[in-house]
């Protein structure tokens, strides 16, 4: 992959392979979750939706690993009520709007490889362009979240200075956790005005990276796991 190739991919499962070792574990939960926020409205089980809630939890080190087992198997439990109602039924469509909790559900309790492809199908039972434009609009928004949570692997980011981050009482880091904080809820997107103080700020304490200052006050979507906010959060 070039690095023309990875701004323009539409592909989030492949730039995820070029990643490789470089996607830690808490990352990937992240990513995974982040695709199930996106359809949120869809998960039409409450179970699905505490999963995610756990899980996001548990990606940060705040619930239990008992706890994280627990959210699997109740996601789990959600899908199957999910697919219930087609459980007799002799051709079932698996396009078709109805299925689309189920394929939601699905994309909950299964494992990280393969959740973006099921949240993918889930839009696209409802897409009003059509199953096929539906689904490669919600691609292409897996891989915009992919560009936000990893940086350009092309290019290398500036190293915070630790100066920066004591900086006027440790500004950058209780501006940043209260970004991470406080998202918009259900969608789990982050604020794209107080990323921006951010950035503001960052460039004041000293920083002069600029695709890191570029990227916080860029209009585009922002999850958990911005590879900009985790710079200065310390997280990986």
Known sequence: MTEAEWLSCMEPERMLLYLGEGVSKRKRELFTLACCRRIWHLLTEERSRWA??????????????????RAVEVASDARQAAKAPFRF???????????????????????SRTTPHFARRAVACVGARGWDAAYAE???????????????????????????????????VNLASAVY????????????????????????????????????????????????????????
């Open 89 to 111: 039924v002799e051709h079932v469509d698996e396009r078709a709007p109805e299925f689309a909790p189920a394929w939601a559900a699905a994309a909950v309790a299964t494992n």
């Open 138 to 172: 919600e691609r292409a928004g897996q891989a915009m979240v992919v560009r936000d949570m990893f940086t350009n692997p092309f290019r290398s980011l500036m190293p915070l200075d630790p100066a920066w981050l004591q900086w006027n009482d440790s500004l950058l």
């Open 52 to 69: 995610v809630e756990v899980r996001e939890r548990h990606a940060d080190g705040q619930a239990t690993e008992q706890e994280f087992q």
């Open 181 to 236: 904080e406080h998202r918009s809820l259900p969608d789990g997107t982050l604020d794209r005005n107080r990323l921006a103080v951010l950035g503001d700020a960052l460039e004041e304490a000293g920083c002069t990276d600029a695709e890191l200052l570029a990227h916080l006050r860029s209009p585009g979507t922002h999850v958990r796991g911005c590879f900009a906010l985790d710079a200065v959060l310390g997280k990986s």
